[in-house]
């Protein structure tokens, strides 16, 4: 074990490893060290230009994704990367925007949500409370969601100003749409192994030959046999009979109450056009004074309030979700009990007093249970991530993999020969999954004979494999094959034969004769949408023969199968009508307007400084 220690801490790596920690030493002390790695690898998933992507952001867009049906649970861990690659792309396109002098004002935002139909109420006017409930169903703070469609409007900026200059050319959508549109007449008839005049065999030597050219086809891939430990979280022991203290409850549940939804009745005072900040401020110490003598708040709120539409309900809001009125306004409605009354808070141009009407959320007795549950929950998440720092750990300091599923009472699983590209399922279905295999074919585990890093299978499993034997890509001897070459070789040749006899048999009909074992079949008015019982490949072959010339069918003919089909074109109608040349000229502009996106897309994401962990 020392010894394999001492071998990965060879080479230029390791030096330059060794030399930054004395650096880091040197100059910030220990405690530098183990923040670095501790904290800021660990939290950033990739860096786009310098602007990192956080985990924890990943992790809720993940989250999102399986929440909205876009991803179903078990698939999330493959979907984790899908979904990291468009974080990475959607930030470097609103970096270029932005540096192209793009803008988009939180004026526009506030202007494109309340125009939005998913917000409104049924009398087409924007809900507050319908906007903060779809968006808590779909996994957003407003500020959150606001942040995102101010992203999203800048890249729709910078693809619309692209695609303002495309252009199509007439004559272009009128022959896409005659290639599109056409109709064909026309026959054909089938030569398969009986069409033969005599049966096709083939010698040892056209055997030996067609190995020789066609060893590529023989191969027996890169092959492994492999050892490998899971940990998964939903495997751990049970612990809903887990005693719970009952501060770690009264804890909990503070947490739940400091983010419960508030519903709130507010007094809002604007300045900045009629009323200045002075005039405005003096207005809200009118109200606060009134406040204190015992007025009633819904009274002062229809008297005072600049906002028309609560200040007819007595200042109710409703139920206010974070990110709508700005921090200040976030952090006084946090800190509030029910029934509590604010001073004046100044926010974005506004003063705002606030009452808390009403705190949404179970008393604690009712929520015992739900949160003696999350306090397990977490438990077990913790004792999931020890076990997974420990199988890290004693994963890269064994010699074996035994001894570390015995250490952590896994279950050991071995497999036979299996390669890169084999399809797992039942037990070994996990193989199969992202990352596995490649971590098994790595040069460490393959060929120095370590164990693997740690695969991570999403949030809740983790994977470690180790190769016990392994054997290189090699050609199979042709002994070994040659049932399957003999047959090849036969089916290459019949198909030759056949090609042959269509030939001949074509140039029989160019000559206006007609050819005995011809059995045409004719239809008529085909489309490349298909007709009848007609299979997708002969139509597509049928639209791939020439057009017929001087009053003579377009012949020729094409291999479907193990089978030629001879064709005879007898009529192609190329008239569109006007909606159908519209349509195309639509689908075309739409085509090349998306190919010129992606390659603009792809040429910032290569012009950009992309890093991941």
């Not at 007025?295 to 007595?314: R, T, V």
């Not at 999954?433 to 890093?453: L, P, Q, R, T």
């Not at 008239?575 to 897309?601: F, K, P």
């Amino acid at each position: 074990m020392l010894q394999k220690i001492r071998d990965r801490a060879q080479g230029w790596i390791a030096k330059i490893i060794v030399a930054l920690i004395a650096l880091t030493f040197t100059l910030f002390g220990a405690e530098s060290l183990v923040s670095y790695f501790n904290g800021s690898q660990r939290d950033e998933a990739a860096s786009v230009n310098g602007e990192k992507i956080s985990r924890q952001s990943l992790d809720t867009e993940v989250q999102r994704a399986v929440r909205s049906g876009r991803v179903p649970p078990e698939q999330q861990g493959e979907a984790r990367r899908a979904i990291l690659d468009a974080m990475i792309t959607r930030t470097a396109m609103e970096q270029y925007a932005r540096d192209g002098g793009m803008s988009f004002s939180d004026q526009q935002v506030d202007q494109l949500l309340v125009n939005r139909q998913e917000f409104q109420d049924s009398n087409g006017h924007f809900s507050a409370e319908l906007f903060q409930r779809r968006l808590g169903s779909a996994g957003y703070t407003a500020a959150e969601f606001r942040r995102q469609l101010q992203e999203d409007m800048l890249t729709q900026q910078l693809q619309n100003g692209l695609v303002a200059g495309t252009f199509l050319l007439p004559p272009e959508a009128q022959r896409l749409a005659e290639l599109r549109y056409q109709k064909r007449n026309f026959r054909y008839a089938t030569l398969d192994a009986d069409s033969l005049e005599k049966p096709v065999s083939v010698s040892d030597d056209e055997v030996q030959s067609w190995y020789d050219a066609h060893r590529d086809a023989y191969q027996r891939p890169e092959e492994v046999k492999l050892e490998y430990v899971v940990l998964d979280r939903r495997q751990l022991p049970d612990t809903d009979n887990q005693s719970v203290d009952e501060q770690q409850l009264r804890q909990r549940y503070e947490q739940h109450r400091a983010t419960a939804p508030r519903e709130i009745s507010d007094i809002v005072v604007t300045f900045g056009g009629e009323r200045t900040r002075e005039e405005a401020q003096e207005r809200v110490d009118e109200i606060e004074s009134r406040l204190n003598d015992g007025e009633n708040f819904a009274d002062l709120a229809k008297q005072y309030s600049d906002d028309p539409s609560s200040a007819q309900k007595g200042g109710q809001m409703g139920a206010v979700s974070e990110g709508i009125f700005g921090q200040s306004f976030d952090e006084a409605v946090a800190s509030m009990s029910q029934g509590e009354v604010s001073q004046g808070i100044e926010s974005d141009g506004v003063f705002h007093i606030i009452r808390v009407d009403n705190i949404d959320i179970e008393s604690f007795d009712d929520m015992r249970d739900e949160l003696a549950q999350e306090v397990r929950q977490n438990q077990n998440n913790d004792r999931f991530q020890q076990l997974a720092q420990q199988l890290s750990d004693d994963s890269f300091s064994a010699d074996d993999l035994k001894s570390v599923a015995d250490q952590l009472n896994l279950s050991l699983h071995r497999t036979d020969w299996v390669s890169r590209d084999d399809q797992f399922d039942g037990d070994n279905a996990v193989l199969g999954e992202a990352g596995v295999m490649d971590a098994a074919f790595s040069d460490d585990v393959i060929n120095n004979g370590y164990n693997s890093e740690p695969v991570e299978l999403g949030q809740d499993r983790r994977v470690v494999v180790r190769v016990t034997e392994h054997r290189p890509a090699t050609t199979l001897p042709l002994e070994n094959v040659r049932d399957q070459a003999e047959q090849a070789a036969l089916e290459a040749k019949r198909r030759q034969a056949l090609s042959d006899q269509a030939e001949q048999t074509l140039a029989a009909l160019r000559r206006g004769e007609s050819p005995a074992g011809v059995n045409w079949q004719k239809v008529s008015g085909v489309t490349r949408d298909g007709q009848g019982e007609l299979s997708a490949e002969l139509i597509n072959a049928a639209f791939g023969m020439p057009y017929p010339h001087d009053n003579q069918p377009g012949y020729g003919h094409a291999g479907i199968g193990n089978e030629q089909v001879i064709f005879a074109i007898d009529h192609v109608d190329t008239d569109v009508s006007a909606d159908q040349l519209s349509t195309v000229s639509e689908g075309l502009w739409n085509a090349q307007a998306s190919q010129m996106i992606d390659v603009m897309t792809d040429t910032i994401r290569d012009q950009a400084d992309i890093s991941t962990n």
